[in-house]
């Protein structure tokens, strides 16, 4: 496991680590939610904010979603999915900086909130900006139920896999 002392260091292993987790983000591209392009995705990204570092989490959890996207044919736009890769990775980053200093339960509140609600308000409004047709309060609600639904999914599974990593390694 990682500590604060060596979050920031670049290691062979931590690259290594975030290449297989971003491949895994790739599987989780293409397994969908039904009826949506909303993936399982970011798993590893969040994985990879606790178990790597905050930085490397919102690295993998940015490069997740574009894959996701990519499998999908950028329905909402290229540009949109920009927008979305960076709420990815801030949303990733947050988590492991609030993970790791011990706030668990919390940081997964706070990230489950990041990446379903907000994102969907967030995505609702940029979509609006760039004037595309489905946009504003409908993609809000066509979006945040699934997407709140992956995020838990995602962000939860990413917690006990760390937690159940760390015990075993003791």
């Given amino acids: 496991m990682t500590n604060s002392n060596t979050q920031s260091k670049i290691t062979t292993s931590k690259l290594t680590y975030s290449g297989l987790l971003i491949a895994l983000s790739f599987v989780g591209a293409m397994i969908k939610y039904p009826g949506t392009t909303i ?12 178990f790597l570092g905050p930085i490397y989490g919102a690295v993998v959890a940015s490069l997740g979603h574009f894959l996701s996207a990519l499998t999908s044919g950028f329905p ?19 988590f492991g900086k609030i993970y790791t200093k011990g706030f668990k339960v919390f940081a997964n509140i706070v990230a489950i909130i990041l990446n379903g609600p907000v994102s969907a308000f967030i995505a609702g409004v940029f979509a609006s900006l760039l004037a595309l047709p489905f946009a504003g309060m409908p993609l809000f609600i066509a979006i945040v139920i699934p997407l709140t639904l ?5 962000i939860v599974v990413a917690s006990v896999l760390f937690e159940t990593i760390k015990k075993k390694e003791r």
């Fill in 39 to 50: 993936a399982l995705d970011s798993m590893p990204g969040f994985f990879a904010s606790i």
């Fill in 76 to 94: 909402l736009s290229l540009p949109m999915h920009l927008e979305v890769m960076i709420l990815m990775g801030f949303t990733a980053f947050i």
């Fill in 150 to 154: 992956a995020s838990i999914l995602n």
